[in-house]
């Protein structure tokens, strides 16, 4: 774990965006582990990023953990969902990773009741899925993603075979910000938003 601090203490956030794909992210909850492997998610380079909540060094009580040490755990309400993000940079600075997407590993049945029976890909295939399905609550905002219920495991991490950058989703009129491949996957993996069936990897987008 100390390695991955360090990574996070000292790399770009665009680095640890890809650096974060075949991690392993963990909830320990009442109703026992779950967790999975993190296959898609997005940088914001805030306050330069236009889409980032923290644009222009924008404060407010609800992005206050952006302005926190790395690993800390941003949690926001878009739509009705709460979304998982994590600080990159050192204090101050308020740059994260959003996580979009999940390939479920450990208590897959009770990941399914979490999502009210949705299956397959729908268990963890866009941001305010994969929360619902780890069971994380708003409890957890101000967290650590190294020490906290909710935590990355490095021992477990996966290696894609290969990575993709993309624009971001649901990302309008942010001027170059649109359309920057600030989004990155695990190339063939099924739990990636959006995916196509057509793109799906026999390995599911991993080393052996």
């Known amino acids: 774990m ?3 601090i360090d990574y996070f203490n000292t790399e770009t956030t665009e680095k640890i965006a890809q650096h974060l794909l ?3 992210l963990e909830h320990e909850t009442s109703a026992g582990k779950l967790g999975g492997y993190i296959v ?3 940088a914001y380079l805030g306050p330069d990023d236009k889409a980032a909540h923290s644009y222009g060094m924008r404060k407010t009580p609800r992005v206050r953990a952006m302005y926190q040490k790395p690993g800390t755990i ?3 309400t878009m739509h009705t969902h ?3 993000n994590m600080i990159t940079q050192p204090e101050g600075i308020p740059q994260g990773v959003m996580i979009r997407g999940i390939e479920p590993a450990e208590g897959l049945d009770q990941m399914i009741k979490n999502r009210h029976g949705r299956k397959n890909a729908e268990i963890s295939n ?3 899925k994969l929360v619902a399905a780890l069971g994380i609550e708003r409890d957890l905002y101000g967290a650590s993603i190294f020490s906290s219920p909710l935590h990355l495991v490095p021992e477990k991490r996966r290696i894609p075979k290969k990575i993709d950058a993309l624009p971001r989703i649901g990302i309008p ?3 170059v910000w649109t359309e920057r491949p600030l989004r990155y996957i695990v190339h063939g993996n099924p739990y990636i938003t959006n995916q196509r069936k057509n793109l799906i990897d026999e390995d599911q987008g991993w080393r052996k």
Do not use: A
């Open 82 to 84: 709460l979304i998982l």
């Open 74 to 76: 941003y949690l926001y």
């Open 22 to 24: 075949g991690m392993y």
């Open 126 to 128: 866009g941001p305010g």
């Open 40 to 42: 898609d998610c997005e």
């Open 173 to 175: 009129n942010k001027g």
């Open 2 to 4: 100390e390695d991955l």
